[in-house]
């Protein structure tokens, strides 16, 4: 039996890490350069960098430090933020990056997500769904780092990410993100139980007991951000790693 994924997910802004509580209130972490170099050493199975202030501002992926970063990485390296065009899959594809997180232009270019698992794979491209609770609708899909509502459950946006060629779904509970209260496992089942692609779990986590709840809930791999680079309870910076699941 394959053994499930567990995934640092570490959030750049102004080149820097931080980490976030409900999309918000970031803390700074540190290099991501030395982060990686101590998840190298933890045999981590794959890693996650999502640029939070690229899509914001407007900007495009910074080529020149995700190369930096990727020269570093031993491991699978996914990254997210900024992408728009085909060109800069190309790129990042051509420095080391072995899977792009696409969220907002999935809305406004859908067509990129067909060009892009047609050329690559569909094992290339990860879809970020950010949702939350919404009063008397139910979970919604958000996006804009969870500033605007798009009218969609997570379910049918992640059935139409499915359709349009993606390989895998991250999906992340925008309530949850930095909370430590476990994963939103209602909201795992639904989206696990609507598509046949592998869904990725994050927002929430605290203990590897919510890795494994996770993954029972229907989630192919589990992420997190906060568990990994902060020791409790006074979250002092602490890059730590663990893939056991209990």
Same mark, same amino acid.
């Given at each position: 039996?394959?053994?499930?994924?567990?995934?640092?997910?570490?959030?750049?802004?102004?080149?820097?890490?931080?980490?976030?509580?409900?999309?918000?209130?970031?803390?700074?972490?540190?290099?991501?350069?030395?982060?990686?170099?101590?998840?190298?050493?933890?045999?981590?199975?794959?890693?996650?960098?999502?640029?939070?202030?690229?899509?914001?501002?407007?900007?495009?992926?910074?080529?020149?430090?995700?190369?930096?970063?990727?020269?570093?990485?031993?491991?699978?390296?996914?990254?997210?933020?900024?992408?728009?065009?085909?060109?800069?899959?190309?790129?990042?594809?051509?420095?080391? $990056?072995?899977?792009? =997180?696409?969220?907002? /232009? !999935?809305?406004?270019?859908? #067509?990129?997500?067909? @060009?892009?698992? *047609?050329?690559?794979?569909?094992?290339?491209?990860?879809?970020?769904?950010?949702?939350?609770?919404?009063?008397?609708?139910?979970?919604?899909?958000?996006?804009?780092?969870?500033?605007?509502?798009?009218?969609?459950?997570?379910?049918?946006?992640?059935?139409?990410?499915?359709?349009?060629?993606?390989?895998?779904?991250?999906?992340?509970?925008?309530?949850?993100?930095?909370?430590?209260?476990?994963?939103?496992?209602?909201?795992?089942?639904? $989206?696990?139980?609507? =598509?046949?692609?592998? /869904? !990725?779990?994050?927002?929430? #986590?605290?203990?590897? @007991?919510?890795? *494994?709840?996770?993954?029972?809930?229907?989630?192919?791999?589990?992420?997190?951000?906060?568990?990994?680079?902060?020791?409790?309870?006074?979250?002092?910076?602490?890059?730590?790693?663990?893939?056991?699941?209990?």
């Amino acid at each position: 039996m394959k053994r499930s994924r567990i995934i640092p997910a570490l959030l750049l802004y102004n080149r820097g890490l931080v980490k976030s509580v409900k999309f918000k209130d970031y803390k700074y972490v540190g290099d991501p350069i030395n982060a990686v170099k101590i998840f190298n050493e933890k045999e981590v199975d794959e890693i996650m960098i999502l640029d939070i202030g690229a899509t914001k501002e407007g900007r495009a992926p910074d080529i020149k430090q995700i190369t930096e970063i990727t020269s570093e990485a031993f491991m699978p390296l996914a990254y997210g933020g900024g992408i728009t065009t085909l060109e800069q899959i190309k790129s990042l594809f051509f420095n080391g $990056v072995e899977k792009v =997180v696409l969220n907002n /232009v !999935v809305h406004n270019n859908p #067509a990129l997500v067909s @060009e892009v698992a *047609s050329r690559f794979g569909s094992q290339s491209v990860v879809i970020s769904i950010d949702v939350k609770k919404v009063l008397f609708k139910g979970y919604e899909v958000f996006i804009n780092n969870g500033k605007s509502k798009t009218g969609l459950s997570p379910d049918e946006f992640a059935k139409k990410a499915e359709q349009l060629g993606a390989g895998e779904i991250l999906l992340n509970s925008i309530e949850r993100d930095g909370t430590y209260k476990g994963y939103d496992l209602e909201l795992i089942s639904l $989206v696990s139980n609507t =598509v046949n692609i592998p /869904v !990725v779990a994050v927002g929430g #986590a605290a203990t590897p @007991e919510d890795f *494994s709840k996770a993954i029972n809930a229907g989630a192919s791999a589990a992420a997190a951000g906060s568990m990994f680079v902060f020791q409790r309870p006074h979250n002092a910076v602490l890059i730590s790693y663990t893939n056991n699941l209990k």
